[in-house]
């Protein structure tokens, strides 16, 4: 036995008779929930109302898990637009009769999408005060939320990483494995917490806050930096883009770092706060 192998093979889900629940979909209902009660705490730094607040966390949800779902369907699984569109949407498969499968597709790329639109919306329609200020705060429970999704793809065995070729990695025993490979969600995971604690510590200890952008920015550099060289040691999650120099995950992190660095660094509001 060594030390360092881990064999992985927990269940997915608890059946509770009329549901199955799935321990993937609790991560994400953690992440919501923990995300919640931090941004409260910003609202209420900022002076904001709880009826805006409120509003703030349906935009959020719809958006995030909208954007999440299209964004693994466009980057990742285009073959549901025309095999099985309606499991876009839903989480049933329809192909070969109709089964609950969950939403086994979602996208770190495409939340940040979704998050960055659905924003815009809620403050057009509600708070009606400046975007890059909402993001420069909603950001911070977003990287929080960000550690729980991944230990949820690590208990679904998904989103793996390569075989280590040592002693050291987890076995998948999900997968019918032997061989240990790289925990890469949990790397991620790790990673994100410090990320968390980052932005966290910039918003309360420092006046980055009152520069627009910078929290938004540091954001992106941050998360999508450790998701760009996390991304070497995990499998391809296109097999027919496993041999490009730098996989799908890498090309989609590069334009949000770029655009982290404008936002921390160059980015000038065209107009102060009221």
């Known amino acids: 036995m060594h030390l360092?192998?881990?064999?992985?093979?927990?269940?997915?889900?608890?059946d509770l008779g009329f549901f199955e629940l799935h321990f993937y979909s609790v991560m994400w209902i953690v992440a919501f929930v923990l995300g919640f009660q931090v941004i409260k705490r910003v609202w209420k730094n900022e002076r904001e109302s709880n009826d805006s607040l409120d509003s703030l966390f349906i935009y959020s949800v719809i958006g995030i898990m909208l954007g999440a779902r299209l964004g693994h369907v466009i980057f990742y699984q285009s073959e549901l637009i025309s095999e099985d569109f309606f499991s876009i949407f839903l989480p049933f498969s329809f192909k070969d009769g109709i089964r609950f499968t969950g939403f086994q597709g979602l996208a770190s790329h495409g939340a940040a999408i979704g998050m960055i639109i659905s924003m815009y919306l809620y403050n057009k329609k509600v708070l009606k005060k400046s975007v890059m200020w909402i993001l420069d705060r909603v950001v911070i429970p977003v990287a929080l939320g960000a550690v729980f999704v991944r230990i949820g793809n690590f208990i679904n065995s998904e989103i793996i990483g390569k075989y280590t070729g040592s002693d050291f990695g987890v076995v998948f025993r999900q997968l019918s494995e032997t061989e240990p490979r790289h925990p890469a969600q949990l790397y991620e995971a790790f990673c994100y917490i410090f990320v968390f604690l980052i932005l966290l510590y910039f918003y309360w200890k420092t006046k980055?806050?009152?520069?627009?952008?910078?929290l938004f920015g540091l954001f992106l550099v941050l998360l999508w930096t450790v998701r760009f060289f996390v991304e070497y040691v995990k499998e391809a999650q296109n097999i027919e883009r496993a041999d490009w120099l730098l996989n799908t995950g890498q090309l989609l992190s590069i334009p949000f770092i770029l655009i982290g660095l404008y936002f921390m660094f160059l980015?000038?509001?065209k107009t102060e706060l009221s």
Do not use: A
Request: charge should be positive.
């Open 4 to 14: 360092l192998k881990i064999y992985w093979d927990p269940i997915k889900s608890i």
């Open 267 to 269: 980015y000038k509001p």
């Open 208 to 214: 980055k806050s009152e520069q627009q952008g910078f």
